[in-house]
């Protein structure tokens, strides 16, 4: 059973940066593709960004240019990388991972990701 925990979130002021980091054990990252989703108060959980099990990387346009989405299966941890933060980015983040047919392509649909961290509270506000 693969586990996920996540780190790195926090309080940040507007156009400030953060760094969110998720660990596996269980089983490798190498076999899965990753992605981030959040969920403000309110909102529906959404699709923020993910990497394919051979390194494409997508991002939803909200984020496109601001947030980097990394995986490093040596470490078996993969990373979001967040600049330029607005108010709006305010949300628990989570990581996840799921198995998808294409090894260059990763989906963004909560459904085709099956182990969940627990989620870390990502706050934007002056």
């Known amino acids: 059973q693969l586990q996920l925990v996540e780190s790195g979130g926090g309080l940040v002021q507007p156009g400030g940066s953060l760094r969110l980091s998720c660990a596996a054990s269980g089983s490798s990252l190498d076999y899965y593709n990753i992605a981030w989703f959040r969920q403000a108060p309110g909102k529906e959980r959404e699709w923020v960004s993910c990497?394919?099990?051979?390194?494409?990387?997508s991002s939803a346009d909200f984020v496109k240019g601001r947030f980097t989405t990394s995986r490093d299966n040596a470490k078996n941890t993969m990373s979001l990388q967040m600049n330029s933060l607005r108010l709006d980015d305010t949300a628990v983040y989570y990581c996840?991972?799921?198995?998808?047919?294409?090894?260059?392509?990763?989906?963004?649909?909560?459904?085709?990701?099956?182990?969940w961290g627990q989620g870390t509270q990502v706050t934007v506000s002056s």
């Open positions: 990497a394919s099990r051979g390194g494409a990387t």
């Open positions: 996840a991972v799921g198995v998808y047919a294409s090894r260059w392509s990763c989906p963004s649909t909560r459904g085709d990701y099956i182990f």
